[in-house]
Structures are given as structure tokens and as C-alpha cells.
């Protein structure tokens, strides 16, 4: 499964993106924290740009490690 990487603000910033993104049972689409990064697992590309765009928006991740995200997708 292809993995992207998502840096946050802090620990405590990944958390919170760990938080809303977790999905029990989903073995497609997974989260995982690495310190202050999310590693993002997809199958579909929707996922990672969803994840990336609702850390931007609540000021998890600053617009740039959001816009990283989406551009190397």
C-alpha cells in the first residue's frame, strides 16, 4: 500500500490528526504517528488529500506541509 507523509506542527498537532483520521477496522485507508508526522497509508488518493486538507484547516499542519501532501500525490 503506498504511504505518504504528513508533518505536523507537534505531537500534540499529529495526535489530533491521528484522532479524527483513525478508522477501526479500515485496513485500506490507515493512519499512524510518527512524533510530530502522520504516515498516511491509500489505496485511493482521496484519502490523503482529505486527511492533509482537514489538518490545514484546523491548524494541525501549516498550509505548506498541506499543499506537500497534495502535490506529491
Do not use: F, N
Not at 498516511?40 to 506537500?68: C, F, M, T
Amino acid at each position: 500500500m503506498p504511504e505518504t507523509r504528513l508533518v505536523c506542527l507537534d505531537e500534540t498537532h499529529a495526535a489530533a490528526v491521528l484522532g479524527e483520521a483513525t478508522r477501526p477496522g479500515d485496513t485500506v485507508h490507515t493512519v499512524r504517528q510518527e512524533g510530530a508526522v502522520i504516515v498516511i497509508g491509500y489505496v485511493d488518493k482521496r484519502w490523503p488529500l482529505d486527511v492533509a486538507d482537514w489538518a490545514g484547516e484546523h491548524g494541525h499542519a501549516s498550509d505548506h506541509q498541506a499543499a506537500s501532501v497534495i502535490a506529491r500525490l
